[in-house]
């Protein structure tokens, strides 16, 4: 049986109220949100950090 070719998910930082959030959005219908964070540089570093983890897997 061929493997099958899981889609990357994608990620972007929201803004809300002030405060940012990382959602990460999955092939399939599951979504993380990460946060809050206070700052935009913060929800970069923490969005750097989840893709190194997911090339890690």
Same mark, same amino acid.
């Given at each position: /049986?061929? &493997?099958?070719? $899981? &889609?990357?998910?994608? /990620? %972007?930082? $929201?803004?809300? +109220?002030?405060?940012? %959030?990382?959602? !990460? #959005? %999955?092939?399939?219908?599951?979504? #993380? !949100? !990460?946060?809050?964070? @206070? $700052? +935009?540089? =913060?929800? #970069?570093? =923490? @969005?750097?950090?989840? $893709? &190194?983890?997911?090339?890690? &897997?």
């Amino acid at each position: /049986m061929p &493997k099958k070719k $899981t &889609k990357k998910p994608s /990620m %972007y930082v $929201t803004p809300s +109220l002030g405060l940012f %959030y990382l959602n !990460i #959005e %999955y092939a399939t219908d599951e979504s #993380e !949100i !990460i946060g809050p964070f @206070r $700052t +935009l540089a =913060e929800a #970069e570093e =923490e @969005r750097s950090r989840q $893709t &190194k983890l997911r090339k890690a &897997k």
